[in-house]
């Protein structure tokens, strides 16, 4: 399996300050043939479903504010929250979208400094 | 609207069994790929397994494999995820999701990310 590790486990940012969520895989999720990599983030508040954020790992869905940006490449990857809102106070979950059986990392709690 | 309706919650005792569903509408369920994730009390995500409700072809994760049942009705545009014999361990929140998709050479081929929730079932195992 493609162990998915998170850092760190959780993070305290002012209002308006950058978060930086990083996340590395054991094995490359650069796929050769197309050059994408296989790597999706997502957001849970509390009490609610997790919501896709950012696929191909720096693809953002559409309705996702342009504050959130994902980089990274092979097995190190990166959640960007340039200017922290309120409403970013949730889990933030990278996962493998590579091959079954797909694999989150250990989330990265979010919250206001 | 697109979306996937879960059943509500459960309370079950241990050695019972159990089936809750995924119903989806507003999209063409037949051709999407529908995923299970399991999120026990305070903890994070685990991929279940997947099922197409087109073949209802399954795989299941190794760690799921033989403890649960996945299958899908295509007339009411419903998956299921099963139990014959729950634990108190099965205590947890069950989450269905549907994968993306690309369509190629007249082919739907799944992705491995997953854009649409449900909201998730509360599975309450507790003598």
């Known amino acids: 399996d493609i162990v998915m590790t998170q850092s760190p486990d959780s993070l305290s940012v002012s209002l308006g300050e950058k978060a930086t969520i990083n996340c590395k895989s054991s094995?490359?999720?650069?796929?050769?043939?197309?050059?994408?990599?296989?790597l999706a983030w997502y957001q849970q508040k509390p009490g609610q479903p997790p919501k896709l954020l950012i696929s191909?790992?720096?693809t953002r869905q559409a309705g996702v504010p342009d504050r959130f940006s994902g980089s990274g490449s092979a097995t190190d990857f990166t959640l960007t929250i340039s200017s922290l809102q309120a409403e970013d106070v949730a889990v933030y979950y990278c996962?493998?979208?590579?091959?079954?059986?797909?694999?989150f990392g250990q989330g990265t709690s979010l919250e206001i400094k | 609207e697109v979306q996937l309706v879960q059943s509500g919650t459960e309370v079950k005792k241990p050695g019972e069994s159990l089936k809750i569903s995924c119903e989806g509408s507003?999209?063409?369920?037949?051709?999407?790929?529908i995923t299970w994730v399991r999120q026990m009390p305070g903890k994070g995500l685990e991929w279940m397994g997947v099922?197409?409700?087109?073949?209802?072809?399954?795989t299941y994760s190794p760690y799921f494999q033989g403890q649960v049942t996945f299958s899908v009705d295509k007339s009411t545009n419903t998956a299921y995820l099963q139990w014959e014999t729950l634990k108190a361990s099965d205590t947890a929140t069950y989450y269905c999701?549907?994968?993306?998709?690309?369509?190629?050479?007249?082919?739907?081929?799944?992705?491995?990310?997953?854009?649409?929730w449900g909201r998730g079932t509360l599975v309450t195992v507790s003598s």
């Open positions: 999701a549907r994968h993306d998709r690309y369509y190629n050479n007249g082919s739907y081929f799944r992705l491995g990310y997953f854009d649409l």
């Open positions: 507003g999209y063409s369920f037949s051709t999407y790929w």
């Open positions: 099922i197409y409700p087109g073949d209802s072809d399954v």
């Open positions: 094995q490359s999720l650069l796929y050769a043939s197309n050059y994408k990599n296989y």
């Open positions: 191909w790992a720096s």
């Open positions: 996962q493998q979208c590579y091959f079954p059986p797909y694999t």
